[in-house]
């Protein structure tokens, strides 16, 4: 939002923060902007929102500046080295874990409607047309978008893995599990795999985020060996109409 070598009080930040808000107010006279679900559960009653780093003062101060407000909902940021094998645990003899087809679309997509069902407010926008687009993507890897697959050839939890080659780091965005699979260790599985398949990439970092009320997520993460290294926490701000 800020450069660093910029004031605490930037010119551009504060461009950039006036604009989102004249945004944000234009979308809610319209009725065309809604609270999603993830937000509803922080508390939040506004759909302004900013995020900044606990050890970033730069934008802390930009933010307070502007009006905005720190609240107890964050972001939890994860790393874990991959410099060290990674092993899967035994799989039941009815999975298989493999990436994704040109000949899967539509069922990789109503995997993400579903995992993703019980956080917005409404169904995901995502479709087999954006999907196919995403998939046209020059930083997109087709092996690094990992499923987990029965006998039925149902898909019942994925992760998506975005390589920084520059420096060595993998990013997921993002993990999900059938609401109906759940508990049965099954996103752990596809995010190890994941993780193998970076590292034989060359990366030396694994990185996650996922919000605080996500409960299942803040276990899970822990459970394939990442650790917390640094929280985002949300500030808002009133809009008025």
Known sequence: MSAPACPLHDS?????????????????RAGKQSMPKALAMLGHDTVCLATALESDAQRISLLEHHGFRRTDGFNVLYSRSLKDSISLPKLDPSLRLRHV????????IDLHRDAWSVWG??????????????RNAPIYDPELDVVLEDTGDIFLAYCIGWLDLANGFGHFEPVGC?????????????????????????MHTA??????????????YPS??????????????????
Do not use: Q
């Open 12 to 28: 551009i930040g504060g461009e950039i923060l006036t604009w989102a808000e004249s945004r944000g107010r234009d979308l809610a």
């Open 101 to 108: 087809t040109d000949a899967d679309l539509e069922e990789r």
């Open 121 to 134: 407010s409404g169904p995901s926008s995502r479709t087999v047309e954006n999907y196919r687009s995403l």
């Open 178 to 202: 059938r609401p109906n699979f759940t508990r049965r260790g099954y996103a752990r599985v596809v995010t190890l795999e994941g993780m193998r398949r970076m590292r034989k990439r060359g």
């Open 207 to 220: 990185l996650v985020a996922t919000a605080s009320v996500n409960e299942r997520a803040r276990v899970l």
């Open 224 to 241: 394939c060996g990442f650790v917390e290294v640094e929280r985002a926490y949300h500030y808002v701000k009133g809009v008025a109409l």
